[in-house]
């Protein structure tokens, strides 16, 4: 073998190292990749998966559950309203949470038909009111106080008549009326401020309507 041809084999040998080196840079970098790729899934999926920002600006954003069902739903409204929702696993919303273009706030509770069931607001002028519907969503029960410091229950029935009105007022009367199916007064039992008692029946209501 002259010179020449030991170099050239010298050569080749030189180019098969080479090319080994590279496969074995080739494929470490692959099972790095793979492993890296692995680690940054496991961290994202069953590390920690929280993620800080300083300040987050837009006008709505919502979670969904692993099926894709929207569970909370926080947005702002063009009527000046905003709130958050959460929804039970159907999609139905069962709590609602807002503060209405005039201000006041308001929280809302629903069945699993999504029918309001309990609803509790404070006005603008300060009254604060907590109503109780039937499975319909009709209003039944009524609770409310006044800034002046009166205090009423209201019972409704299944056709939106007030039936019973119960309640205390500033000067330190209460009272309780009784009305018919179409929500006339037909008994009052009441009390004044010094301890005086009085019973009113059907005539002397003469067919007046009650009113909280």
């Given amino acids: 073998m002259n010179e020449n041809e030991h170099q050239a084999g010298e050569l080749r040998a030189q180019v098969v190292r080479l090319h080994a080196v590279i496969r074995r840079q080739g494929l470490a970098l692959a099972v790095l990749t793979c492993v890296l790729g692995v680690f940054c899934f496991a961290g994202m999926t069953d590390g920690d998966k929280s993620a800080r920002f300083d300040t987050v600006t837009c006008s709505s954003w919502r979670v969904v559950d692993d099926k894709g069902v929207t ?98 007022m500033p000067n330190g009367s209460a009272a309780t009326v009784w009305a018919d199916q179409e929500g006339k007064g037909r008994v009052t039992a009441a009390t004044s401020a010094d301890g005086k008692a009085a019973l009113l029946q059907p005539a002397e209501h003469r067919d007046q309507q009650i009113r909280e």
Avoid: H, Y
């Fill in 71 to 168: 569970r909370i739903e926080a947005a702002w409204r063009k009527d000046g309203s905003a709130g958050i929702s959460c929804m039970d696993a159907k999609g139905v919303m069962r709590i609602a949470a807002f503060a209405s273009d005039d201000g006041s706030p308001v929280l809302a509770l629903a069945s699993s038909e999504g029918k309001s069931r309990l609803t509790s607001s404070i006005l603008p002028d300060g009254t604060a009111q907590t109503g109780w519907n039937d499975a319909s969503g009709k209003l039944r029960v009524s609770i409310t106080t006044t800034p002046d410091g009166a205090a009423t229950i209201t019972c409704l029935d299944a056709s939106g008549v007030k039936r019973i009105v119960s309640g205390t």
